[in-house]
T-cell receptor, first 114, second 113 residues
Framework: NAGVTQTPKFRILKIGQSMTLQCAQD?????MYWYRQDPGMGLKLIYY???????DKGEVPNGYNVSRSTTEDFPLRLELAAPSQTSVYFC?????????????FGEGSRLTVL | LAKTTQPISMDSYEGQEVNITCSHN???????ITWYQQFPSQGPRFIIQ???TKVTNEVASLFIPADRKSSTLSLPRGSLSDTAVYYC??????????????FGAGTRLFVKA
């Protein structure tokens, strides 16, 4: 099992550009999440999904969009990138109906917006 | 809204017990307390979770007092490989729908030889 796989690992964007961060998991987990981690801060929840076709906003959803067409994939879309979106993004998944149980994280995608 | 507060950093020595405390004064009835470990350039990794009293697994113990306003992660015998950042997470379902996960800012633990 690869677990949670994120691509790309690093990316530099110009202000106003758009991009998609990819996330895939092979553990057949129902729940998937996107977090961002700013320096010296804890992780903040951007969006989450409880299953294919179902997504919901987390704590900091503005400037992002998600979709969940399959159980395995949960891409995060950044539209009109801004310097405030410079961060490390983590995708995570968990099994079953308890999102506060064990989360399995990917290795992160470091995004810089200049 | 629940907020978690942790010490920014702490040092310990190999073989010594390590205790990291997290304050979460506004914890809700539905909230669980979870601790994660993170190494540089990696995602956080689950250590332990509890709701109240004491929980122990093969790597750590978690102590939660009766009022649940704080929790203490205990590593019984610190090793050099425990040098990492440790995050306290408070989270649970919200009565209005959905759920919340509130991470602390993390405690950077440095275990010395």
């Amino acid at each position: 099992n690869a677990g949670v796989t994120q691509t790309p690992k690093f990316r530099i964007l110009k202000i106003g550009q758009s991009m998609t961060l990819q996330c895939a998991q092979d553990m057949n987990h129902n729940y998937m999440y996107w977090y961002r981690q700013d320096p010296g801060m804890g992780l903040k929840l951007i969006y989450y999904s409880v299953g294919a076709g179902i997504t919901d906003k987390g704590e900091v959803p503005n400037g992002y969009n998600v979709s969940r067409s399959t159980t395995e994939d949960f891409p995060l879309r950044l539209e009109l990138a801004a310097p405030s979106q410079t961060s490390v993004y983590f995708c995570a998944s968990s099994y079953g109906g308890d999102p506060t149980g064990e989360l399995f994280f990917g290795e992160g995608s470091r995004l810089t917006v200049l | 809204l629940a907020k978690t507060t942790q010490p920014i950093s702490m040092d310990s020595y190999e073989g010594q017990e390590v205790n990291i405390t997290c304050s979460h004064n506004n914890i809700a009835t539905n909230d669980y307390i979870t601790w994660y470990q993170q190494f540089p350039s990696q995602g956080p990794r689950f250590i332990i979770q509890g709701y109240k009293t004491k929980v122990t697994n093969e790597v750590a113990s978690l102590f939660i007092p009766a009022d649940r306003k704080s929790s203490t992660l205990s590593l019984p015998r610190g090793s050099l490989s425990d040098t990492a950042v440790y995050y306290c997470l408070v989270g649970g379902w919200v009565n209005t729908g959905g759920f919340k996960t509130i991470f602390g800012a993390g405690t950077r633990l440095f275990v010395k030889a």
